[in-house]
């Protein structure tokens, strides 16, 4: 997961759990303790101390 789309409490959900779940359309009504995730704006920098998991892996 790259961001979260949506926070219950502290804990974030993926945007696909979250589609699935039908939680995007609960936190733009502002119901309860769901609340959309702000949208990233800044580009990710990756941390040099974590290893890759896939680094075998060719990206595409």
Known sequence: M???AVFVG???IGPT???KAGLLELAR???GVLR????CTGPRHP???T???FAEVERV
């Open 17 to 19: 759990c979250a589609r």
């Open 10 to 12: 502290a804990m974030p």
């Open 29 to 31: 009504k502002k119901s």
């Open 47 to 49: 941390d040099p101390q």
């Open 36 to 39: 959309l995730a702000r949208p």
């Open 51 to 53: 290893m890759d998991l």
């Open 2 to 4: 790259l961001s979260a």
